[in-house]
């Protein structure tokens, strides 16, 4: 099964989550009109009940991937949202299904962002783990900490397979 | 009065708050191997009680500044943390102060990152508003929403200028 990534845009990818980027964003001055704040961009998820508590971490490519990918496994979080934005400019591929208890391989939906986009998956949202192109490509991310909330699920009897009509580029291009 | 920036590092930083690097932090695979998580980078700070939420922004230059520069007011929040990180790299000059109650100027401090380093305010810490030395320089901000939380004293009659031995550097010079 191929899918197709699509433009990533913050209509398209609301099911799933947020688009985090300027364009579109609710923005006004600060620092004497120095700065513009484009303000609250993505809903940042946590499950108070599990005294889970908001991390900023950097994740960093060691192998970099290259499409066409294929899809072996599923991931989601359930107890806290989970968002990755560029360090550098880079497009990201990312590979979401709704948040239903098993999902299926013909209900995923691919991506592409235009390499300024972040993007920030909705508590439950199943998604392909992260991958980038680029050597060394970082991402900051804000997700939950405290206590494991990982639950996966392999498409053993399908490939799914994940392309892009560009291959997508790393920051060198930009 | 002038402020030298000395070169922003963990330990240096440390009374202020975090400061957002991979150098020295804890990290681990994920995704196969494929990824490096460099963890829990800062503490997310926000007082509970105030009905306070963590909001993911990005904040844009619109007024380049230059070195050396004038501080004529710092600030502080009281009821979260406050975390800037470059969307591309470039360095930053802070300009901190101890959380407390009505600090003076000769208790400033200046730092300037390498580039490649975000900073997280801890809450109550003084510090300059944003300045940033690069045409539509970006950084994302992690800090706290939820009603007003800003204080800000007026350094009325003390020049406090902070300098840095080599000008601080854009995006476009990495």
Not at 2 to 11: G, I, R, Y
Not at 31 to 42: C, F, P, Q, S, V
Not at 53 to 61: A, F, G
Not at 76 to 86: N, V
């Amino acid at each position: 099964m191929l899918l197709h990534a699509q433009p990533l845009s913050k209509e398209s990818f609301s099911p799933y989550g947020d688009v985090i980027e300027i364009d579109g964003a609710n923005h006004f001055p600060i620092n004497a009109g120095k700065i513009e704040r484009y303000h609250d961009l993505a809903r940042v998820e946590l499950d108070a009940a599990q005294e889970g508590r908001v991390l900023i971490s950097i994740v960093k490519c060691n192998e970099p991937s290259r499409l066409p990918y294929r899809v072996e496994v599923v991931e989601r979080h359930c107890l806290g949202s989970q968002a990755f934005i560029p360090l550098k400019p880079a497009q990201m591929v990312v590979v979401v299904g709704p948040a239903v208890e098993s999902v299926q391989a013909d209900q995923m939906k691919a991506f592409v962002s235009n390499g300024k986009q972040g993007i920030n998956y909705r508590r439950g949202v199943w998604h392909m783990p992260l991958i980038a192109f680029g050597e060394d490509q970082q991402f900051l991310v804000v997700d939950r900490g405290g206590g494991e909330d990982c639950e996966e699920i392999r498409f053993k009897d399908v490939d799914l397979i994940v392309d892009c009509e560009s291959q997508a580029r790393s920051a060198k291009e930009f």
